[in-house]
């Protein structure tokens, strides 16, 4: 199993790009999914996460308002619509996913960015010109 993380590129300050996240060998509805991105020098934060289609998603106060995390089910697919862009998003961006049984769908939205995940995408850069 494993997760297929795309989507990244340089892209203008104030400019969009979207990030997917593609679940290969196990279906994601069965999944909490997480993205988190690490930019040089700095360590991993967490920037959304999504625990099933019916629930509230959670954002970093960083990206709220600016980006949006959602799922399409018929493509195994989560994806992380990033709009008004700026530099300091400039960061590898990886998605994650841990069995739904594992938490709680509330617990989880609580605690996305500090629990641990069964499965890592290799992820994708992103680059912010400004």
């Known amino acids: 199993v494993q997760l297929q993380a795309s989507g990244g590129g340089l892209a203008q300050s104030g400019g969009s790009l979207r990030l997917s996240c593609a679940a290969l060998g196990f279906s994601l509805n069965d999944f909490r999914i997480g993205w988190f991105r690490q930019a040089p020098g700095k360590e991993r934060e967490g920037v959304s996460c999504t625990s099933d289609s019916a629930s509230r998603p959670h954002y970093a106060d960083s990206v709220k308002g600016r980006f949006t995390i959602s799922r399409d089910s018929a493509e195994n697919t989560v994806y992380l619509q990033m709009d008004s862009l700026k530099p300091e998003d400039t960061a590898v961006y990886y998605c994650?996913?841990?069995?739904?049984?594992?938490?709680?769908?509330?617990?989880?939205?609580?605690?996305?960015?500090?629990?641990?995940?069964?499965?890592w995408g290799q992820g994708t850069q992103v680059t912010v010109s400004s």
């Open positions: 994650a996913a841990v069995r739904s049984r594992t938490y709680s769908g509330s617990y989880y939205l609580s605690s996305c960015f500090k629990v641990g995940y069964d499965v």
